[in-house]
């Protein structure tokens, strides 16, 4: 549900949890019951530190990283198998 910011004239503002199907009928203020209207209230948005980052860094252009030569493995991970079936080894 929701949470709408409502402002009675004699009262003042004040906040109430509503359902979307609530939303059109109108609010009575909770301490004088007269009818309240609804305020515009923006949604509140947060900031992590990664979007921070994103949008404060002067070049906005991707780099191109490069794994180091020492970290490749000396034999491929998977070998091609000459001589027919691998799936069949050891039947």
Known sequence: ??????????????????????????MLCPSCQAVAIR???????????????LTNEPNPEPQLVRRSQDRE??????QNYSHGRPWMIGH
């Open 1 to 26: 549900m929701p949470l709408y910011e409502y402002k009675c004239e004699s009262c003042g503002p004040f906040e109430q949890w509503r359902t979307l199907a609530e939303v059109s009928s109108p």
């Open 39 to 53: 305020l515009f209230s923006p949604p509140s948005v947060i900031l992590t530190s990664g979007t921070l980052r």
């Open 73 to 78: 493995p000396a034999t491929p991970r998977y």
